[in-house]
DNA sequence: TTGTACGCGTTATCAG
DNA sequence: CTGATAACGCGTACAA
C-alpha cells in the first residue's frame, strides 16, 4: 500500500518537498499564501506525515510519556488526570504508556525516549530497586511516583514524589494498637517483594515491636506471586485463607485498599461483623473505601497533589537540567468506621 | 548525543550491518556462531535498536494496539487482562494507548498503524458515530468493545463485541417497574452523548412506555459535560442536585456503576434507606458493587468474554482479511439487595 | 522565500 | 551464509 508522502503533496502544489516540510511544522519562512495553499491540500488529501521518519530526524519534540506499571491500580487514574492538565498548561503534549510485565524500567525508558524523542518521563509505579546502576542510562529527566528508588546517582536527572510508605504504615498500625487490638493480622504483598509493599509490611513491623507486641508469622499474610497483585480477589482469597487457619486476630490492616475491600467481603461473609468482631483498615485513599459500609480506615495518599509535584519536578529538571531533590508528601490518616 | 547504531555494532564484530540485523530479528540465514558472536557483543554495549528506523523500513510487525478512551473506567480492566492473554497465546505482541480527549478515533488508528507497523487495532470504549464514511481509512482490521459502532462500510475489515445497552437496560428498568416503582429517576449521560449513554437511556424510556409510566423530565438527570463522565463523583452530585429538586421518586438507575456508588453515598447522606425508601441499580457489572453494602443491582456486561470474543474475532480478521459480523453478547441483571 | 540533496538507522534485495 | 547497497519518509543545511 503505497502511502501518500510529502513528496506526493510537493508535486500537487508544485513546490519543493521542504516547503511542504515547512508548511507542516509552523516554520516561520514560508509565505503565508503558500502555506495556507498546502495546508489545504493536505487536508484534501489523505496525507499522515510518518511519525517514524520524523523522529528519526527530530531531535526534539514537546513530549513526555507517562510510563504506567499497573494500569488497573485505580490509585493511578486521579493523577493522570491531574497530569494532564498540568502537562496541557506547559504547552507539551503527552501520552500514556503501559509497561508490560517482564519489562524493565529502565529499558523501556530509553527505548521510548529515542523513539519519541521525549523531553521527559514520570513512572507510575515500578519497581527501581534492580537498577540503581543502570538509572543513569535514562537520557531524559525523570520522576518517578509512588515507587521505591533507590538512591539515584549524581549523574542522572531523575527525582521522585512519594509517601513515606514505611512510616505512614507504622502509623496506621500504631493507631490500631492504641484502639487495644492485641492481634493484627496483615495482608501483605509477596514474599520478594522488595517495592513498596514491603515497605507497607516494615511499617507494620514496627508498629508492633514499639507497642511490644510479638510479631507471629502466620498473622503476616503473603501474596500469592502468581495472583494479581495489590486486587480485591486476592485480598479476598488471602482472607479466607487466614480464616480458615486461625481466627485468632482482632485487626486486620491490608497494604491496599483493594485488597481491604476483598476481605471485607470475605469477612462479612464468614459472619463477621466490621469493627465489632474484627476491625479493617487499607492504603492507599482510594475514593471507594468511603462510599463503603462500613467506610474503611485507610491512609489517604495525597494522589493530586503528588501529580501535580511530579509534573513541577519534571519541568523544573527539563529547563535547569540539574537533578531535583526527591520529595515526599505526608500521607493522611483517615479513621472511618470500620476500625 | 551520538548514539550507538548497529553499524558500529558491525565494524565492531567485523560483518556487515546486514548480518547485524540478522541476528538481532532472529532470521534464519545466518551462522548459529555468527548470530552467538554478534548478539553478544550487542548485550555487552549499550546499543538499543532505533525503532523509529525500524519501523520506518519495516512492512509488518506482528504487534496489536489496544486504544482505550477513558483510561479510567476500571470496566477496561478486566479486559485488558484477558487480552494480553489471548494476545499472547496468539505470539502477537501488543500495547495499550490511551487517546486522549480531542483526538478522533479514526485519526488514532491511521497514525498509530503507520508508525507502528500494526497488524490491528482493538478499541476500549469511544465514539465511532460521527466518522461513518472515514471508518474504512483505517488500513487494518480493526474490533470496537463497549461501543456503538454505526454500520460498517462494505470494504473496511472492521467489527465490534458490545452488549445490548439499549436492550439490558430496558431489561433492567422493567425488573424494576415490576418491584412496583412507579416514580423512577435515571441519571444519565450528557444531552449530547450519541453513544451507549444514550442508548442505555432509550432502554429507560422504553421500558417507562411498555409499563404505562409517565417520562418526566424532571427525573432524568443529564450529566454536566464538563465533568468526569460515568464517575463516583459525578454520581454523587447528580443524586445531591436530585434530591435537592424533588424526593419525588422511589427509585433510581444510574447508567453506570461508578455513578450508582456515589449517588449511594448521596442518598445515605441524606438520610435515605437503600432499598427501603429509594431502591438503587446500576450498569456495567463491576466487581465492587458486589463488594458494597447493601451489594448493588447492575447488569453485568460480560467482560471476559466481550474481551476473548473481540481478539478472537480480530485474528480471525487478520488472517481471512475478510469482514466478521458484529457480536452481540448477552448481560446478566444481577439483583441484589439495593433493590 | 523556495528548491535540491543528503542523511537519520534499519531492513530488504540481490549478488556473491 | 554473508556483505554491499538501495530504499523507507522526512527535516534541514545549503544553494539559488
Redesign the pocket.
Known amino acids: 500500500m ?2 501518500i ?3 506526493d503533496i510537493a508535486k500537487q502544489c ?6 511542504v ?2 508548511a ?2 509552523d516554520h516561520s ?3 503565508p ?3 495556507r495553499r498546502i495546508l489545504e491540500a493536505v487536508a484534501k488529501s489523505d ?1 499522515v ?2 511519525n517514524s ?2 523522529n ?4 526534539d519534540s514537546k513530549t513526555i510519556a507517562i510510563l504506567v506499571r499497573e494500569i488497573d491500580n485505580p490509585f493511578f487514574s486521579v493523577m493522570i488526570r491531574v497530569m494532564e492538565q498540568e502537562i496541557r498548561r506547559e504547552k507539551y503534549s503527552f501520552f500514556i504508556q503501559h509497561m508490560e510485565n517482564g519489562q524493565d524500567e529502565v529499558d523501556a525508558a530509553v527505548e521510548i525516549v529515542e523513539e519519541k524523542r521525549l523531553r521527559g518521563i514520570i513512572y507510575l509505579g515500578g519497581d527501581f530497586q534492580s537498577c540503581e546502576e543502570r538509572l543513569s542510562r535514562i537520557p531524559v529527566p525523570f520522576v518517578a511516583c509512588t515507587a521505591r528508588l533507590p538512591d539515584i546517582p549524581e549523574d542522572c536527572i531523575g527525582s521522585y514524589v512519594t509517601i513515606n510508605d514505611k512510616k505512614e504504615s507504622r502509623h496506621l498500625v500504631d493507631y490500631l494498637c492504641h484502639e487495644g487490638h492485641k492481634k493484627i493480622a496483615i495482608l501483605a504483598s509477596d514474599k520478594k517483594d522488595t517495592n513498596i509493599g514491603q515497605a507497607r509490611l516494615e511499617g507494620y513491623k514496627e508498629a508492633l515491636k514499639a507497642n511490644h507486641l510479638p510479631i507471629c508469622e502466620n498473622l503476616i499474610c503473603y501474596q500469592d506471586e502468581k495472583e494479581a497483585a495489590y486486587s480485591m480477589e486476592s485480598g479476598y482469597r488471602m482472607m479466607k485463607k487466614l480464616l480458615k487457619e486461625t481466627e485468632d486476630f482482632t485487626a486486620v490492616f491490608a497494604i491496599s485498599d483493594l485488597m481491604i475491600i476483598g476481605a471485607c467481603k470475605a469477612l462479612l461473609e464468614t459472619g463477621k461483623r466490621i469493627p465489632q468482631d474484627v476491625a479493617a483498615a487499607g492504603f492507599d485513599g482510594l475514593a471507594y473505601t468511603g462510599f463503603f459500609e462500613p467506610s474503611i480506615t485507610t491512609v489517604v495518599q495525597p494522589a493530586e497533589e503528588i501529580a501535580r509535584e511530579a509534573v513541577a519536578s519534571l519541568f523544573e529538571m527539563i529547563r535547569t537540567k540539574k537533578r531535583r531533590e526527591g520529595k515526599i508528601l505526608p500521607a493522611k490518616l483517615e479513621i472511618r468506621k470500620s476500625t
Open positions: 503505497g502511502n508522502t510529502i513528496r508544485g513546490v519543493g518537498v521542504s516547503t516540510s515547512r507542516l511544522n519562512d514560508i509565505r499564501e503558500t502555506r496525507f506525515p510518518n521518519a520524523r528519526l530526524k527530530r531531535t
